[in-house]
């Protein structure tokens, strides 16, 4: 359906919330251990109590995603190649007045309001339960996917996506969403988006007339090293 419309296609990407430090903390850090700014980033380890709570800075709306940049990456130059054209933007800034004129694609999950606000009512939903990040089937309780292990820093061993596609009511243009529980999964989802190898996955099971049904698919990644495998259709769904 996208490549139906002359319509430029909006490329959504969530905004996670990133924390600065202070200028307090910095400057006590390289006097400590003899830092310049010259010598490029440089990773802050820190002795108990001596961060206070006015050193730490929230900043909304001025990064984007590893995963996030390579998935639009992905899905805008195949898109490209097609001989459409795209526009990329921060959740933030798509008013929904905007989607009612060209289709989207919203990147990430947790960090973009409009993959959880579209998205809530579908089948295969993000979630956070007991500390833990998953995707979870609202039609079977019970069933869900979640990486077996999450360190601090977000590192995973394997991670789970969610592609979805769907002629949105309200909007009445197509949205599609491409998002994982962490940066690996919405990267992964991009790759499985702008390869059509990897989509001939859902084919299996895919019901006649699916071209013109909402769908969506969960899928498995592993990950080696920092870069996640090609991904495998674990579950997928039409209506």
């Known amino acids: 359906p996208v490549l139906m419309t002359p319509k430029t296609t909006i490329l959504c990407l969530g905004h996670p919330v990133v924390y600065f430090l202070s200028g307090r903390v910095h400057q006590h850090f390289r006097a400590k251990y003899g830092r310049s700014l010259e ?3 440089y990773v802050l380890k820190f002795e108990p109590n001596e961060v206070l709570g006015s050193d730490i800075i929230p900043v909304p709306d001025q990064f984007v995603g590893i995963g996030d940049a390579q998935a639009a990456f992905r899905i805008a130059s195949r898109l490209q190649t ?11 800034d798509v008013s929904f007045s905007e989607l009612r004129l ?11 309001q409009w993959t959880m606000k579209i998205s809530n009512q579908f089948r295969f939903v993000f979630d956070f339960r007991e500390e833990r990040k998953l995707v979870i089937d609202r039609s079977s309780p019970g069933r869900s996917w979640a990486p077996p292990f999450m360190v601090p820093t977000g590192k995973v061993s394997e991670d789970y996506a969610i592609v979805s596609r769907a002629f949105h009511a309200e909007s009445g ?3 599609i969403s ?3 529980i962490t940066s690996y999964g919405t990267q992964a989802a991009g790759e499985f988006l702008a390869d059509s190898r990897l989509f001939e996955q859902v084919l299996k099971f895919a019901p006649p007339h699916w071209q013109r049904m909402n769908l969506q698919v969960v899928l498995k990644t592993k990950i080696f090293g920092a ?10 769904y039409f209506w």
Do not use: H
Request: proline share 12%; no cysteine.
């Open 82 to 92: 097609l001989g459409r054209q795209t526009e990329m933007r921060i959740g933030n």
């Open 39 to 41: 010598q490029g980033p």
């Open 102 to 112: 060209s289709p989207a694609v919203f990147i990430g999950a947790y960090s973009n």
């Open 173 to 175: 243009q197509v949205m």
């Open 178 to 180: 491409a998002a994982g």
């Open 227 to 236: 870069a996640p495998a090609p991904p495998v259709v674990v579950a997928a």
